[in-house]
């Protein structure tokens, strides 16, 4: 379970379809790439703490249960590449099993990272998965190995939406970030509306999936968003942040209320 708690509510998505393709034809290309991939903290663990997406812990939980990848400048995107999924698999033997497993991207990886276009920079868990039965200490005892990679949609089982909020939001300033989001895996726009309105005002994307806006003492919880996915898809979670938020407090949409709406 993951290590604070949450609230439930409901979120309202708008312009689904079952296709997954993207205008930029990011999912949709048939086959593999290359790439290279090296593994960071524990041998086992889940990376690091906190990473520049702004998920802290939730990495060693469920649903990411520490599948997750630091990616390169050409992967991370400026934090645009925060919550893309990629199936990634190594050749090599007797090490790797060629089984791709799936990783999403929380951490960036710089510097030496940027020596080859792509390079994935996966946790010791995720690093070990790739491995044969019994392979993953010796596979990770090389330290890198030729990777082929795809991204692919995000899927999480049916896990809610998250809304993170900011240890430092104050009565002026509100931030919030983004976790567990289906399909895309990331947004390219977020809009907030105070107490009941469906006024939504536009947030600045910051750092990582972290979201933030500019606020005075009138802009009152609960909070609603207004979510956008590079593929145009919108979401409407109301009320997701609700008049008695805590900060550094997790708050999670409702799919048991989930409505669908075919319009296009």
Known sequence: MVSIPFTAVTILLLNLSSCLCVRNNTFGQKG?????????????????????????????????????????????????????????????????????????????????????????????????SMANPGQDHNLRQLGQVDVSYQRVPCSYGGTDIAFRVDKKCNPYWFGVALEYADGDGGFQSVEIAESGTQNFVGMN?????????????????????????ADGKTSVANNVIPQSFAVGQKYLSNRGSLAISSKT
């Open 32 to 128: 593999f790439s290359s790439a290279l991939a090296t593994w960071y903290g524990d041998e086992t663990g889940s990376g690091s703490a906190g990473g520049a997406c702004g998920w802290e812990d939730d990495v060693k939980y469920p649903p990411f249960s520490s599948m997750i990848a630091a990616g390169n400048a050409n992967i991370f995107l400026k934090g645009k590449g925060c919550g893309h999924c990629f199936q990634i698999f190594c050749s090599r033997q007797p090490y790797c099993s060629g089984k791709p497993v799936t990783v999403t991207i929380s951490d960036e990886c710089p510097g030496a990272c940027n020596d080859v276009p792509f390079h994935f920079d996966l946790s010791g868990f995720a690093f070990g």
């Open 205 to 229: 994307n910051i750092w990582g999936a972290v979201w933030e806006r500019d606020i005075d003492p009138s802009f009152q919880p609960p909070y609603s968003f207004r979510l956008t996915s």
